[in-house]
């Protein structure tokens, strides 16, 4: 963040802390979404370094911020003004530029010795399998026979339940996985965690996306002659 | 993150001949429904960088998740 002015260290930070929490953003014009009036939730604000009016921060925030639109506000609290000069996500989930992250480089590379010298270990660093995006999004694991249906569209039915994450609320996203760890889909709770536990029957997630190929699991469920 | 516990519905053995564990995925499989973490370099659009894996890699679908500037985020290959 580059400040417009001088401002002195303790301002800067009882600021910084006053923007941890929930905040009020409307996305800025040029954006992909709506623009309404959001609630985003800042968990944490670092004050890293700072250079004169070259602040470094780390920001934890909920998906969605705008950073600089937080930069911009920011400065108008401090009062003299400020914007964002660079920015860089360190981490989204499980995905975080320390553990797993490859350049356009490493793409090229891996590719190569995998194609041309088939050497697959480098490739395997850098495609990881999908269920990495999703470590972070509460599970459901279903039986073997409840998963072409799934992949067909179908909701999830308590029955088919094996395990269940604790801590799920109805309309939560959840995450449908085989016993084998495969994302089958992506759904919305119908249920509490609970509840697809004890209940008997009924709907407990409602399927939004299917990232399965109907077929991978035979289909056991009965068809209309 | 949340720590999750799980709780147990019921118990029941996986069929070995359906479906495998995603750590088994050939590089084939990956190219299809795989996903890569990139570090974008400053410059060009998330939605460029997304252009050039496609020149890249031989994959029919590739689509970005979590648009940034000059930054990191994860590019999704289906």
């Known amino acids: ?225 | 993150m949340r720590k999750r516990e799980i709780l147990i519905r019921a118990e029941e053995e996986t069929d070995p001949r359906y479906g495998k564990p995603p750590s088994e995925r050939s590089i084939e499989e990956l190219l299809e429904t795989g996903v890569i973490n990139l570090d974008k370099p400053v410059g060009p659009s998330s939605h460029e960088v997304t252009a050039w894996i496609k020149k890249i890699l031989p994959v029919k679908k590739i689509a970005h998740a979590g648009t940034l500037e000059p930054s990191t985020r994860g590019v999704g290959l289906s």
Not at chain 1, 53 to 69: F, H
Not at chain 1, 129 to 151: F, G, N, Q, T, Y
Not at chain 1, 181 to 208: H, N, Q, Y
């Open chain 1, 1 to 225: 963040m580059k400040l417009h002015a001088d401002v002195g260290d303790r301002k800067l930070r009882a600021v910084l802390k006053e923007f941890q929490g929930p905040i009020y953003q409307r996305p800025p014009l040029r954006s992909a979404v709506k623009r309404v009036v959001r609630v985003r939730r800042i968990y944490k604000i670092d004050l890293l370094e700072r250079e004169g009016r070259y602040v470094l921060l780390r920001i934890w925030c909920e998906a969605g911020t705008y950073i600089r639109k937080l930069c911009h506000d920011i400065g108008e609290v401090l009062g003299v003004g400020a914007h964002m000069y660079e920015l860089r996500r360190i981490r989204a989930g499980s995905l975080s530029e320390r553990v797993n992250a490859s350049t356009l480089q490493d793409i090229i590379d891996s590719y190569v010795l995998w194609k041309e010298h088939g050497i697959e270990d480098y490739i395997r660093k850098v495609i990881l399998p999908m269920e990495i995006a999703i470590e972070h999004v509460p599970k459901v694991v279903i039986r073997d026979s409840a998963v072409d249906a799934i992949c067909h569209g179908a909701p999830l039915a308590v029955p088919g339940i094996l395990h269940v994450e604790t801590g799920i609320k109805v309309n939560d996203i959840v995450a449908i996985l085989t016993q084998k760890g495969e994302l089958v889909a992506i759904g919305k709770a119908r249920m509490r965690s609970e509840e697809m536990v004890s209940s008997r029957k009924g709907i407990a997630v409602k399927t939004m996306q299917v990232f399965m190929s109907p077929g991978t699991y035979p289909s056991l469920w009965k068809r209309k002659q």
